[in-house]
Structures are given as structure tokens and as C-alpha cells.
């Protein structure tokens, strides 16, 4: 079996803190600039632009995301649809975080019915329903609406009562409470379809270390718990390339089985689900059959 020989400098993927409630409205606040800025300076013909999201056009991605805003806009219609849920039987059947956005965002029972009979499942039909009810919306209408739901749905999502954020609901094949879709899940859902979009239209990708690169250790801190079962008494690195990733090590020994490299926006690609393991560039150095392996688990919610 080969192995590495030499130590690699990496940060230990298990022990990233966690985004703290204040830093989540940072990360929010800053992504929601940066994508506006990136939709600002696209042309009209870019909004038609296919994109990685299947059936998906640049439009219908920003649509999804102005939806994704919008459903926290209003703090009093926001805390009558989620003050059910601290009480609500969390682990009846059925009963899923995408169910509780679903409820936060309004969606009537006969739309829910309508997408489940053509086979959506919840998130897929959530997801969905934002693009359809903007369907007509012009570019400015919905960089409007994410300029005016945008800060006022990332504080609602900041206040909303323990009670309710610390629910927990089965999300991307575990449960987490509430406060992991809107601190973690959401900034980084935004910032992905960001990438999305200028990698659609052949617009630069703002990589920083500070912002995206904070994103991309939440990121890790996830792949850490989801790796965790499948590394035994073994360690891999992966090596992330740019200002935007770093290394970082999944085990409890320096000198680690294997090291794989690629560039971090294809990491992301790959941990999206966008990319499989063959199109992400990816290298291994050392144990390939332990690595591919790592490769094929690669994938968290975003």
C-alpha cells in the first residue's frame, strides 16, 4: 500500500470552529454584496446562460436565491409561519428541514401536491417553486428585490427566536438544527451559485482568504464529520489550491496516507455535487485506492 512518506503542514479539519450567529450575518452580508456585484456586471444575454444547475439559466439560479431571501424578509409574517415548529413531532415521518422552509416561505399545499406529482422531492419543489414565482421577473426586478429582502431576510434570520433555531430537522442526510441552514447552509448556498454564475458566463471569481476561504473551511468542518467513519486508523490531506483553500488534514497523523490536490473551485464543484470525482482534477499522491475512495464521499450540503 503506498503511502506518504513526509509530514504535511495542514490544518486539522475536525477542530474549524464553527461560524458563531454574528460572524453568519458577516459571511451572509458580504457574500450578498459580492453577488450583486457580480449580477451588475453581467449583459443582458448572460442571464440566459446555461449553468451547472440542471435546467437551470442564470435568471432561474438568481431567482432561486432572491426567493431563498425573501422568505425571511418580513419578521412578523416569518415569526407566525416557524412559532408551530419548537412544539411540532420532529421526527414524524416526512417531517424535514426543507418541509420547515417550505412553511417559512408561504408555499400552498396544492403547489406542494403539484410538484410532488411530477416527482420532486421537498427541496427540489422549494427550490422550484422560487424560480417559478419569478419566472417573469426582469434582471433588475430580482436585483432589486435581493438589494431590499436581502439584509432584511439575513437579520430576520439572525433574530430568530433559540426556540426555533434550535430545532432540529433531518437536512443533507442528518439531522442539524435550524441555525445550521441559515448561519452555515445559506451564505454558502449563495456563494456557490456565485461561482456558478461567473463560471456560466465567463466572469472572474473573487477568491479571498478571509471570506471564501472561511466558507471553504466550513466546508471542511462538514467533510470532517461525513470522512470521520471511513478513515480508521488513516489520514488524508487535501490540498487546496489558491488564495481561497489551504490544506487540510482528515486524521489524527501528520504524515497522511494520501494528499489530494486540486484547484478549490473545482473542489467545490465536486463537494456540491456539481462535478464528479473524474471531472474534478484531482490528483492523489500516495494511497490511490484509499484517496479515490475519499473522493467518491466527497459531498456535503451546500
Known amino acids: 500500500m503506498q503511502q506518504s512518506e513526509t509530514a504535511v503542514d495542514s490544518q486539522d479539519a475536525h477542530v474549524i470552529p464553527p461560524v458563531s450567529p454574528d460572524e453568519a450575518v458577516s459571511l451572509a452580508s458580504t457574500e450578498l454584496a459580492r453577488f450583486l456585484a457580480l449580477l451588475e456586471s453581467l449583459a443582458l444575454h448572460d442571464w440566459e446562460a ?19 431571501l425573501a422568505a425571511y424578509a418580513d419578521r412578523d409574517l416569518l415569526a407566525a409561519r ?41 427541496l427540489d419543489a422549494l427550490n422550484q417553486y422560487q424560480v417559478d414565482e419569478r419566472e417573469h421577473a426582469t434582471p433588475d426586478e430580482l436585483m432589486d428585490e435581493l ?49 456558478e454564475i461567473a463560471l456560466a458566463t465567463g466572469h472572474s471569481i473573487i477568491r479571498t482568504s478571509d471570506h471564501e476561504g472561511r466558507l471553504t473551511a466550513l466546508v471542511m468542518r462538514d467533510l470532517a464529520r461525513r470522512l470521520t467513519p471511513d478513515l480508521g486508523s488513516r489520514t488524508a490531506v487535501y490540498r487546496l489550491i489558491g488564495p481561497d483553500g489551504g490544506a487540510f488534514r482528515f486524521g489524527a497523523r501528520h504524515a497522511p496516507d494520501c494528499v489530494i490536490s486540486m484547484d478549490t473551485v473545482d473542489f467545490h464543484l465536486l463537494a456540491s455535487g456539481r462535478r464528479s470525482p473524474r471531472e474534478s482534477c484531482a490528483s492523489i499522491e500516495g494511497d490511490t485506492e484509499f484517496g479515490g475512495r475519499l473522493l467518491e464521499q466527497t459531498e456535503v450540503g451546500y
Open 82 to 122: 416557524s412559532e408551530p415548529w419548537p412544539s411540532r413531532q420532529t421526527d414524524a415521518p416526512g417531517v424535514t428541514m426543507a418541509v420547515f422552509i417550505a412553511d417559512v416561505t408561504g408555499i400552498p399545499q396544492t403547489r406542494r401536491d403539484a410538484y410532488r406529482a411530477l416527482g420532486f422531492n421537498p
Open 50 to 68: 446555461p449553468t451547472d444547475c440542471t435546467l437551470w439559466t442564470v435568471h432561474d439560479v438568481v431567482a432561486h436565491v432572491a426567493g431563498a
Open 147 to 195: 438589494r431590499t429582502a436581502g439584509p432584511a431576510g439575513i437579520a430576520c434570520r439572525r433574530s430568530m427566536p433559540d426556540a426555533v433555531r434550535n430545532v432540529q430537522l433531518p437536512i443533507a442526510g442528518a439531522r442539524a438544527p435550524v441555525h445550521y441552514l441559515t448561519d452555515v447552509i445559506y451564505p454558502r448556498d449563495m456563494w456557490m451559485h456565485r461561482m
